[in-house]
């Protein structure tokens, strides 16, 4: 694995990693937005930098299976993640991918074998970046968010997200169809506010 340096630009190293023919807009536009819900909600999950870092690089590689088909293409984000050499500490691999893997579909449970793998404290971890991962993606459903605002603010019993236009209805069933983890994760309703 290669040793992660303050200076290494990854949105630079992640356009030289995503195989050609894969769009690279979306995975961009999805780790700016998944920052963001991240620095919004740091109380909740009460995450640090190393988990910001797992968030970002697990973003920018989340679709990487697209290269081999659409059909199950977030288990073959997982294969190659792990057999990518990343910037980042060699024990954080098992989480980016797993990350990845789980931005769609089914959501993490202990009898997977990707859960399994990891070590007991990155399990939490799994669970939160992986939901917020699920709304970034989300929010670019239409494949439209490059200029797209988010201000999530946590509260006692809900987080509203407000999101500002132009939003799609594509976006809009997605948000409500990828918000399960989130919620659970962090239990709270999610109120979304398209402003």
Do not use: Q
């Not at 670019?140 to 509260?155: I, N, Q, Y």
Request: proline share 6%; aromatic share 4%.
């Amino acid at each position: 694995m290669i040793l992660a340096s303050k200076k290494l630009d990854l949105v630079e190293w992640a356009k030289g990693v995503i195989p050609p023919g894969l769009e690279v807009d979306h995975p961009l536009t999805v780790r700016r937005l998944a920052l963001d819900i991240f620095d919004h909600t740091r109380d909740l999950h009460d995450l640090g930098k190393g988990s910001r870092r797992v968030l970002e690089l697990a973003s920018l590689l989340h679709d990487l299976g697209l290269a081999k088909g659409e059909r199950a293409h977030n288990r073959e984000s997982y294969r190659m993640i792990l057999e990518m050499d990343l910037p980042c500490k060699a024990k954080r691999a098992p989480l980016v991918a797993a990350v990845a893997r789980y931005h769609r579909k089914a959501p993490p449970s202990e009898g997977d074998r990707e859960v399994r793998l990891l070590r007991p404290k990155d399990r939490r971890r799994l669970a939160w970046l992986a939901g917020i991962l699920r709304l970034a993606d989300g929010l670019d459903a239409d494949r439209r968010g490059a200029d797209r605002k988010v201000r999530v603010v946590p509260l006692k019993d809900r987080v509203v997200m407000e999101v500002r236009r132009p939003v799609s209805p594509p976006v809009m069933m997605a948000i409500e169809r990828k918000k399960d983890l989130f919620v659970s994760v962090s239990r709270r309703a999610l109120v979304v506010r398209w402003i």
